[in-house]
């Protein structure tokens, strides 16, 4: 595959989430824990798997982030 800017962008970006359930399903696999972040060099959009921080900081009560904080 010999592409270049723009389109290097959206094939990268179409094999990480192309791939990303396979790699979910053998660290559940492996380690009986489903994954939902990966922290690393990759970029923020990339980090959170499935969603499931951003859902869950949009559907926090209130009052459950003023305590933590």
């Not at 723009?6 to 094999?15: D, G, I, P, Q, R």
């Not at 791939?19 to 922290?39: K, R, V």
């Not at 959170?48 to 921080?53: K, R, S, T, V, Y």
Request: charged share 15%; hydrophobic share 50%; net charge negative.
């Amino acid at each position: 595959m010999f592409l270049d800017g723009v389109l290097w962008a959206a094939a990268c970006n179409n094999a990480f989430a192309d791939h990303l359930p396979f790699f979910a399903a053998a660290i559940e696999h492996l380690t009986g824990t489903m994954p939902f972040y990966i922290d690393g060099p990759q970029r923020e959009s990339r980090r959170d798997i499935f969603g499931l921080i951003a859902e869950a900081h949009q559907t926090a009560h209130p009052r459950a982030e003023a305590v933590s904080a």
